[in-house]
């Protein structure tokens, strides 16, 4: 379990927007892993999944930026 600090937006617009797409993947794979841990009882911290939501609406918001 990494701890991290959240995502800036300005972090986000230097990136490419292959670069963006992989880490949407990426952060959405993390969310569903960290939902099953939820369910299994195996988070213990579970303001984890709101922060992780959070970081996908801000590169969902990159992404649109750019223009697709």
Known sequence: YL????MKYTEL???TLEE???L???KKVELFEN???LRTMQLQDSSVIRKI???IARI???ISAKGW
Do not use: F, H, I, M
């Open 60 to 62: 969902n918001t990159a």
């Open 24 to 26: 949407l993947k990426e």
């Open 13 to 15: 617009q230097d990136k």
């Open 53 to 55: 939501k959070k970081d």
């Open 3 to 6: 701890w991290r600090v959240k």
């Open 35 to 37: 939902r099953v841990k």
């Open 20 to 22: 963006l797409k992989a």
